[in-house]
């Protein structure tokens, strides 16, 4: 039993703002139908949040009850799709020791991990690599096949050469077929996974065009497709436009990562669009309503090519502001946020095509070692709570709108 002190208390209140938000999803595979999300035939509006951390604390079963807290508070909030890792390449506490050599401590953590979210009717979104270093990611496959006697001149080799594309194929083939020590189910046939997504926020400094990076996603989209044809595939892109359409590149914050929002997303394999919003971070010195300015034209045209040009759903599927911003206060993170979720609101509702968005992030209490500025524990922050909560209703009554009215988005 845990103490009621002060955390208690905020608890209490919490559980009392978040009660009346809580929606029950779909048993069903989600799909999509033009630019909406469905699942089991109706359509699929939702709240959701990431929690990259949960494969990784899960792999302790003494810290479990972290998993279990979050998803209790996420699914009293009314958040019903979590994006996390599965992936951890190389170095302590991997998943992937070597290629092709896993951890099986590691992986039933990730076990863990689903049959908590199908417990509390979360879908997830689950990432299979990372641009970063942090978790191993491309670089650590670089690595190993440098190590193995490949040529390899930069981490960009990742994307063309062929050992590491294979590494990359094995890894998702040994995921996607992995059976649930937990649930018996495998992971390729659990309708409580969403979405696989390729990498998170892949970037290529060696092609600013993004076509190294599109004949990537092409490739690596049908493999996933040819293993697994029952879930939807996005890539992890944070949205630059590239050289498909000059004039987009207007909307970039002042450069390009080599990744092409347009072409990249054209094709066909991949599912839903997605986008991240960090005015923080690509904006640095710039006053809180240029910042905001600049997510609302973000969301705005990425949300109008979704609709107009791909004709596929789009997920704005990271924002945040960080406590570590010169300059923080909660009450500007809060308008931040209310003006995001507004935002999110108002493309669902007055022409469809969004399912939701996903905020960065969410966290247990306990877990300082993991924060990163945009950490939120639900329990110590009844505020930042009621203002999800608020969303998540807000999303769920237009969920409700639209499946007895069809033509509400027409």
């Not at 990784?56 to 890792?85: E, Y």
Request: aromatic share 12%; with cysteine; proline share 3%.
């Amino acid at each position: 039993m845990k103490s009621t002190g002060v955390c208690g208390v905020l608890s209490l209140l919490v559980v009392g703002l978040f009660c009346e938000a809580q929606v029950v999803v779909g048993s069903g595979f989600v799909a999509t139908k033009g630019t909406e999300f469905i699942v089991d035939g109706s359509p699929f509006l939702f709240n959701g949040f990431n929690s990259f951390w949960m494969m990784t604390v899960a792999s302790q079963p003494s810290q479990r009850s972290k998993i279990s807290d979050v998803f209790r508070d996420a699914a009293s909030a009314g958040l019903t799709v979590c994006r996390t890792w599965a992936f951890s390449d190389g170095g302590d506490q991997a998943l992937q020791m070597s290629p092709g050599v896993y951890n099986e401590a590691v992986f039933q953590g990730l076990d863990f991990v689903i049959s908590e979210a199908r417990k509390y009717g979360v879908k997830l979104i689950l990432s299979l690599s990372n641009n970063y270093k942090e978790f191993g990611g491309k670089a650590q496959y670089v690595k190993w096949a440098r190590s193995a006697g490949v040529e390899i001149t930069s981490d960009d080799d990742f994307y063309t050469n062929s050992a590491v594309k294979a590494y990359y194929k094995n890894h998702v083939k040994k995921v996607l077929t992995r059976i649930n020590t937990f649930t018996r189910i495998a992971y390729k046939d659990d309708s409580t996974i969403m979405a696989w997504e390729l990498m998170n926020e892949p970037r290529c400094q060696a092609d600013s065009s993004g076509k190294t990076v599109n004949g990537w996603v092409q490739e690596m989209a049908t493999y996933v497709k040819s293993v697994d044809n029952k879930h939807l595939v996005e890539i992890g892109m944070e949205g630059f436009y590239g050289d498909s359409i000059p004039d987009r590149t207007q909307y970039n914050p002042g450069y390009k990562v080599g990744t092409d929002f347009v072409a990249n997303n054209q094709i066909k394999e991949i599912d839903f669009t997605t986008i991240h919003a960090y005015p923080d971070l690509w904006l640095p010195g710039q006053n809180d309503n240029a910042q905001m300015a600049f997510v609302q034209r973000w969301l705005t045209s990425h949300w109008t090519d979704s609709r107009t040009i791909l004709k596929k759903p789009l997920v704005l599927s990271e924002f945040g502001k960080s406590k570590k911003d010169p300059g923080y206060s909660k009450s500007a993170r809060d308008i931040f946020m209310n003006t995001v979720y507004a935002n999110i609101y108002e493309l669902a509702r007055s022409g469809g095509g969004i399912g939701g968005g996903l905020v960065w992030q969410i966290m247990a209490q306990g877990m300082e070692n993991y924060g990163d500025g945009y950490d939120i524990v639900l329990s110590q922050n009844p505020l930042m709570a009621a203002i999800i909560s608020q969303q998540s209703r807000k999303m769920t009554a237009l969920e409700h709108a639209s499946s007895t009215n069809p033509h509400l988005h027409g």
